[in-house]
Every structure is written in structure tokens, then in C-alpha cells.
């Protein structure tokens, strides 16, 4: 059980009522997190602009998956995991590479250079050099695709960090 209350289009008052009744309105419902954001709407409402903008990314899905599952792994929010290696699986990563991802890595050079971008930015970001831009754009990556791994790794602080504190857990399996 989650340690904050789902709200609903109903229970929820101000922005985050108008917020759910949208969000209910066009995709049927919500899930936990959501529901749980809705105590804030300057938390849900910030969630839903980042989350809109990130998937105007200019790196591909798969790429990004990756990132998100080697960051998740390092925060420990088992639904964002669960959900990033869903999403890895639909876009057509491989499992070789999803568990190359869960370590931090690639077989590929330059997606494994992303990686290691989007970790050092997860942990510490003081720690990322001239050269390491400059090996990034070697791999052929722009000032947008750099800037956009940032954005990613903002994303999943947010989703995870707050899953940990609300408790929201992943759904148990049908049995």
C-alpha cells in the first residue's frame, strides 16, 4: 500500500482536479504515482510538462530506455525499472543489451558513452569534463543530445524518488 492516498478527479481539489479529470478524460485512468502526485499540483503538473517534453527528445527510445534503466537501477524505484525495461523490450532492445544497461553499459561505444553521461550525471555531475563532452561528441552526439540526456536523468529523479517516499510498489502479478 502506498503511503499517500490515491486521489481521484473527485477527492482531488484545485489544479490537480482539473489535472486527473484531464488526464482520466483522455487516457481512462491514472496510474499510482499519479494519483499520488495529485496531493501537489506544482509536483504533478511540473511531472506532466517534463514528461511532455522529454518525449520530444531528440535521442532515440532506445537509447533513452537505457539510460533510464542504468539510472534506476542506481536510485532503486522498482516501478520505474519494471517500467523502463518494459518500455526497453517494446522499442526492440535486446535482453543482452537491457542487462548490459542495468550494469551501466553497451556493446556499443557510443550508447555506452550516453550511459556513463547519464550516470555521472545521476551521481555526480561535477565529475563531467571538457574531454568527456568532447569524447561524446567524437561518438557523434550534438550539444541537444547531450543537453537531453540531463532532461532524462531529471525525469527519473523526480518518477523515482518520489515513488520511494509516496511507497508506491509495482502491481503483483495476476495469479
Do not use: W
Not at 479529470?21 to 494519483?35: K, P, S, T
Not at 550525471?121 to 563532452?133: F, G, K, L, Q
Amino acid at each position: 500500500m502506498s503511503r499517500l492516498a490515491s486521489l481521484t478527479p473527485t477527492t482531488a481539489v484545485g489544479a490537480s482536479k482539473d489535472l486527473l479529470a484531464e488526464l482520466v478524460n483522455r487516457h481512462g485512468q491514472v496510474g499510482d504515482m499519479v494519483a499520488a502526485m495529485a496531493h501537489s499540483p506544482a509536483v504533478l503538473g511540473g511531472y506532466l510538462q517534463l514528461s511532455r517534453a522529454m518525449k520530444r527528445a531528440k535521442l532515440s527510445r532506445k537509447i533513452t530506455e537505457r539510460i533510464s534503466i542504468a539510472v534506476q537501477v542506481q536510485q532503486g524505484c522498482a516501478v520505474c525499472l519494471e517500467a523502463h525495461v518494459a518500455a526497453a523490450h517494446a522499442n526492440g532492445v535486446e535482453a543482452d543489451e537491457i542487462e548490459r544497461a542495468r550494469a551501466g553499459t553497451s556493446a556499443d561505444p557510443a550508447i555506452a558513452a550516453m550511459i556513463d553521461l547519464g550516470l555521472r550525471v545521476y551521481r555526480e555531475p561535477a565529475s563531467i569534463s571538457d574531454e568527456h563532452i568532447t569524447g561524446l561528441r567524437a561518438h557523434g552526439y550534438g550539444d541537444r543530445e547531450i543537453a537531453d540526456v540531463v532532461g532524462i536523468v531529471a525525469l527519473n529523479v523526480l518518477t523515482g524518488a518520489f515513488n520511494l517516499v509516496a511507497g508506491v510498489k509495482p502491481n503483483e502479478p495476476d495469479r
